[in-house]
């Protein structure tokens, strides 16, 4: 099994910053894959981005630019750092780790293991 703990969401202004950290404990492999998802009432959740084990990025076409992803191995931990936000970023950001072939199609599947979500929104 694998905990997940999110912390950094809150309520900002357009234009402002903001940094999402998780921390990852339990039995995890070396080869993963950690990212960052979010969802908002009424759609599916979707994909901001994602990090390796070798720290090969992955990012949405609304964030590229604006947000960055790190992750600290020996610490199990992954960041997102959140720049010039938008009131469209505004949703519940989830995180999550995944291993084995689904690391291959970077796609998080059933067995993939979430964070309990933590609130974003961006005010106008």
């Known amino acids: 099994q694998v905990q997940l703990v999110e912390s950094g969401g809150g309520v900002v202004q357009a234009g402002s910053s903001l940094r999402l950290s998780c921390a990852a404990s339990?039995?995890?492999?070396?080869?993963?894959?950690m990212g960052w998802y979010r969802q908002v009432p009424g759609k599916e959740r979707e994909l901001v981005a994602d990090?390796?084990?070798?720290?090969?990025?992955n990012y949405a076409e609304p964030v590229k630019g604006r947000f960055t992803i790190s992750r600290d191995n020996p610490k199990n931990q992954v960041d997102l750092q959140m720049n010039n936000v938008r009131p469209e970023d505004t949703a519940i950001y989830y995180c999550?780790?995944?291993?084995?072939?689904?690391?291959?199609?970077?796609?998080?599947?059933?067995?993939?293991?979430w964070g309990q979500g933590t609130q974003v929104t961006v005010s106008a």
């Open positions: 999550a780790i995944y291993f084995g072939s689904r690391i291959v199609d970077r796609v998080p599947g059933d067995d993939a293991y």
């Open positions: 339990g039995r995890i492999f070396k080869f993963n894959v």
């Open positions: 990090i390796d084990n070798n720290g090969f990025t």
